[in-house]
């Protein structure tokens, strides 16, 4: 996830986009995020900001309720 911020960031691979470069620094658990998200919101306006965060709530929301469904699944079989 840290990597795919920097990527977004820098345009490496993928179109330049800090909106997306936020998301994936939000969802990173790496230490040096939270230097680089202040630097990356100098760059940002506060819509893009909300924006980004927003993704990043959506994102781990969808993804908790996916690994949920798999795991309820595999719950319920093992309960039977």
Same mark, same amino acid.
């Given at each position: 996830q840290t990597m795919l911020g920097s990527m977004y960031l820098f345009?490496?691979?993928?179109?330049?986009?800090?909106? *997306?470069?936020?998301? +994936?620094w939000n969802l990173s658990g790496h230490e040096?995020?939270?230097?680089?998200?202040t630097l990356l919101e100098k760059k940002m306006t506060p819509q893009q900001i909300e924006e980004?965060?927003? *993704?990043?709530?959506? +994102?781990k929301s969808d993804k908790s309720k996916s690994i949920w469904q798999k795991l309820k699944g595999k719950?319920?079989?093992?309960?039977?």
């Open positions: 345009g490496e691979g993928v179109p330049q986009n800090y909106v *997306l470069s936020h998301m +994936w040096g995020r939270e230097k680089n998200k980004a965060k927003e *993704l990043a709530r959506k +994102w719950i319920t079989t093992l309960n039977e």
